[in-house]
């Protein structure tokens, strides 16, 4: 078994090659907001560090966000055409999923949090079990006020993990909530996986599509598209 | 040998297929139209969304009308600009995907040079000199084609020269807002050219913005803004306006526009014959009188069929077959450029 894992909800984008004993290969991005350039060449080097050819991967699988849109489509877009060419099953993880994971060994409450811009976050609360965590709630978006009240209202002891963490600091820290500044990653989004496609809970590639929680801003840009489109006369 | 065109630079997911260069194997649109309408014109992110929806079917599609598979393909074609960023980005990311998991070549494609080089697929090889006429909801630009084409030619990156281009709207984008304006459906180009039919283009005598100066740029703005106050003075009279003639009139007055800078570029450049390009070119009074100014000038003229004129993805894999020919092949860190411009 060899998994190709692509994540792509944050600013540090990364790739990764796991296989039946653990990481073979991986990349990482350390520059925000350079996806479309670095997700490809990182799986062609992953590929190239492990000595293999695209045909000897044997499944792919993608965080779905939340996070940042266009990211996400640069990841699940790669990730759905190099399945698809190579008839791989697929497997689409949040990228909350991935981080609560992440920190499985804390007996404490655990907020997954991602940067959702426009001053939001978006996060979800997760719970230790035995092999992993569990979700508890739904994915939500909001301010860090409602964050912080709403980890308040559990009376529980919680962690919080993720990232645009410094737009919330403030308000975790006068609640005495602990942060913990993380991405979610390819590795560990592969590891997580892996049972999935061991046990063939695997879904066809066209399934897999970004897990958005927000609305199409529909707004049009008239100027900026005479812009962007019009003949530029030089 | 094949290519694979990928195009979603704006609204419509598009894939063709393209075998020696000159020969249509596939070409599958899946339209995001009905998505936009509400909005009267393409929104973004609900491009962006659609795109990523609608690639892997329509690819799927695409190879089943080809009759192969992916890995008969010889290289993966794609936009890489100019057009929307978000939406861009979702083709050029899939095309890697695809030239990955086969160890393909990948080609970037300038979405405006693919709408001159589509003529190929139904007329062969383009003839130069030529002037193209580059038309549709983004770009209205002219540029000629001088060079002696060829196979090993085609990917040269001199060989468009840009002559002029609208300083402000694009025609399409003209077409769009009065028909929005007079309250006609979405894409405005198809509306205002049906109702045009049963108007008269003489009726009203709108500006044609920069006409007699020289050089050949044009301006369609100020054309915009005097539908919009011609139909505002008559509705304060209380004058119900005639649409059909209003259309008609419009329409005219763009198509003055372009033909004669048009024209007029060919004739001082010494080129040969015309090339109409893009979406507006689908417009029926644009491409008759077009066939009538070439035949009175004694120029050749080519227009592809109204299928090729308006964005598709044979016109990308088309010109992909030509930088493929060329050796011009891009790697897996290619960009998108939004701004990337027809020549220059
Ligand atoms: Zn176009």
Redesign the pocket.
């Known amino acids: 078994m060899l998994i190709l894992g692509i994540e792509t909800s944050t600013g540090q984008s990364s790739v990764a090659l796991v296989g039946t004993d653990g990481v073979v290969a991986s990349a990482s991005l350390g520059v925000a907001r350079r996806h479309g350039e670095f997700v490809a060449p990182a799986v062609q080097f992953c590929l190239r560090q492990a000595g293999v050819g695209a045909d000897r991967v044997t499944g792919v699988t993608v965080g779905l966000g939340p996070g940042l849109y266009t990211g996400l489509r640069v990841g699940i877009a790669t990730a759905q055409a190099f399945a698809a060419a190579r008839d791989l099953p697929v497997v689409g993880m949040s990228g909350l999923d991935v981080l609560a994971f992440q920190v499985r060994h804390v007996r404490r409450l655990i907020a997954a949090v991602i940067d959702a811009r426009r001053g939001e976050l978006f996060w979800a609360l997760y719970r230790a079990v035995p092999g992993g965590v569990q979700r508890q709630t739904d994915l939500r978006v909001g301010t860090a006020e409602q964050l912080a009240a709403e980890l308040e209202a559990t009376g529980e002891e919680c962690l919080v993990i993720g990232d645009g963490l410094s737009r919330a600091t403030h308000e975790l820290d006068r609640v005495g909530i602990e942060t913990f500044a993380a991405v979610p990653d390819a590795a560990h989004l592969a590891e997580l996986a892996r049972p999935r496609f061991e046990r063939e809970e695997t879904q066809r590639p066209a399934d897999l599509l970004p897990i958005y929680l927000r609305h199409a801003d529909a707004k049009i840009g008239w100027e900026a598209r005479g812009r962007m489109q019009g003949g530029a006369a030089t | 040998m094949l290519v694979l065109g990928i195009e979603t630079?704006?609204d419509e997911t598009a894939v063709g297929i393209v075998e020696d260069r000159f020969t249509l194997r596939a070409n599958v649109i899946a339209s995001q139209v009905e998505l936009h309408a509400p909005y009267g014109g393409v929104v973004p992110e609900v491009a962006a969304r659609a795109h990523l929806e609608a690639l892997l079917p329509t690819i799927d599609h695409a190879l089943v009308e080809a009759g192969c598979g992916l890995s008969d393909m010889d290289a993966i074609a794609v936009t890489s600009g100019p057009g929307l960023i978000g939406a861009l980005l979702v083709g050029v990311s899939a095309a890697k995907g695809l030239a990955l998991a086969h160890d393909k070549p990948l080609i970037g494609v300038n979405?405006?040079r693919a709408?001159v080089e589509v003529a190929q697929l139904e007329f062969g090889e383009l003839q130069p000199p030529l002037a193209a006429l580059v038309v549709?909801?983004?770009?209205t630009s002219i540029v000629a084609l001088e060079k002696v084409g060829s196979g090993g030619e085609s990917g040269d990156d001199g060989r468009f020269r840009q002559l002029g281009a609208t300083i402000d709207d694009a025609a399409g984008e003209a077409f769009d807002k009065i028909a929005r304006f007079i309250g006609l459906g979405y894409p405005g180009g198809p509306e205002i050219d049906r109702l045009a039919r049963q108007g008269d283009p003489k009726a009203i005598d709108f500006p044609r913005a920069m006409l007699h100066e020289p050089g050949y740029d044009m301006s369609l703005s100020g054309l915009k803004t005097a539908v919009i106050r011609y139909l505002r003075r008559l509705e304060a009279a209380g004058t119900e306006p005639d649409l059909a003639d209003v259309a008609a009139s419009f329409q005219e007055a763009i198509v003055d526009v372009q033909v004669v800078k048009t024209l007029r570029a060919a004739r001082d450049e010494g080129l040969e014959r015309v090339v109409l390009a893009?979406?507006v070119a689908a417009n029926t009074r644009l491409r008759a009188r077009f066939a009538e100014a070439c035949e009175r000038e004694g120029l050749g003229l080519v227009v592809p069929s109204i299928p090729l004129c308006?964005?598709n993805g044979a016109m990308v894999a088309a010109s992909g077959a030509n930088l493929l020919a060329a050796g011009t092949l891009a790697d897996l860190e290619l960009g998108v450029d939004p701004n990337l411009p027809l020549a220059g």
Do not use: I
């Open positions: 630079s704006c979405h405006l709408h549709s909801g983004g770009h893009g979406g308006t964005d």
